[in-house]
């Protein structure tokens, strides 16, 4: 597993417990005792970390690039998956994947980015960043959900639109624009998890829903502390800083009442028990739907459209 800079003295601990693991060929109390000694530690150590981490530590956990990602939520948690391409005016994005299932035995309708876990599939998925082909995939995705009166589940992990030259000539900002349009318009209910990486526009096309739940270390933010750092101080040097200001974390969103909710992660986060991750996922997403259903479209739309107007307001 890829180590953190601020996780090493647990990865050292951890080292040494499976140093410890090898060498225990047989059954020499001595060594069981220091294991189970060397365990408690790192138990220990992980709980003090993590119950102190800063907006850049949850940055570098929110991109940890073994978190479990779209497929594998769609894989664990949605039955009879039949994904749709194609967006019906230019073609096929592969880095917002969507399509019909089964959740719990209902029909939704399941959208989010796919960022890719090796260079092939990062590479084919381009990291999660859609271009505007992929939100208008996303749009008749929706249309479909209001037409059939299924409901709309989106995951929400990319660094934000894919921000080329030919993205911008193929209208990203307009794509980006309707599909926000779209959600706000959709007929059935809604409801979007940030399950590493909410970045800006790109995120948002996806995530303006009746319920929006973020990670226990997902981050959501109009720009990444990257950017905002050479923005302001001109320099990539300050992203801490940044990081800090932009109230990027789960915890200061459900602070600003931005959130709907905070889902729990394993210790240590996602990626060091995907499983127990996309079950806490599963476990929010089935309560959602419960609180919005049976719906009635007018009023769900208004509802929708009320949330989001009144965000801000003093």
């Not at 009166?149 to 030259?165: C, E, F, K, M, N």
């Amino acid at each position: 597993m890829a180590a953190l800079e601020f996780e090493k003295p647990i990865t050292e601990l951890e080292g040494k417990i499976a140093e410890l693991r090898n060498m225990s060929s047989s059954k020499d109390f001595s060594i069981t005792e220091e294991i189970n000694r060397l365990e408690t530690k790192a138990e220990k150590l992980m709980i003090s970390t993590y119950s102190k981490l800063t907006p850049a530590h949850k940055v570098l956990v929110a991109r940890h690039p073994e978190r479990p990602h779209f497929v594998d939520y769609v894989k664990n948690i949605i039955t009879d998956f039949t994904p749709l391409a194609g967006d019906r005016q230019f073609g096929e994005d592969n880095a917002l994947v969507g399509g019909l299932g089964r959740f719990n035995g209902q029909s939704v309708v399941i959208l989010g980015q796919e960022k890719g876990h090796d260079t092939e599939t990062r590479i084919r998925h381009n990291f999660g960043m859609a271009k505007p082909e992929g939100y208008r995939k996303a749009i008749r995705l929706m249309q479909m959900a209001s037409q059939f009166q299924i409901p709309v589940l989106s995951l929400v992990d990319t660094a934000g639109a894919y921000p080329g030259v030919e993205a911008e000539a193929r209208g990203q900002a307009e794509a980006i624009a309707q599909s926000i349009d779209s959600c706000l318009q959709l007929r059935t209910p809604m409801i979007s998890v940030i399950i590493g990486e909410g970045g800006s526009g790109g995120a948002i096309a996806i995530a303006t829903a009746d319920r929006v739940y973020m990670m226990e270390h997902s981050i959501y933010s109009v720009i990444s502390p990257e950017g905002c750092a050479s923005i302001l101080w001109r320099s990539a040097q300050q992203a801490e800083e940044a990081a800090t200001a932009l109230k990027l974390t789960a915890q200061d969103l459900k602070g600003l009442k931005l959130i709907d909710g905070i889902i729990p992660e394993p210790l240590g986060g996602a990626h060091r028990n995907p499983a127990d991750a996309i079950a806490q996922v599963a476990k929010q997403l089935e309560k959602g739907l419960a609180e919005l259903s049976p719906w009635d479209s007018e009023r769900l739309i208004k509802r929708r459209q009320q949330k989001y107007l009144a965000m801000g307001r003093v």
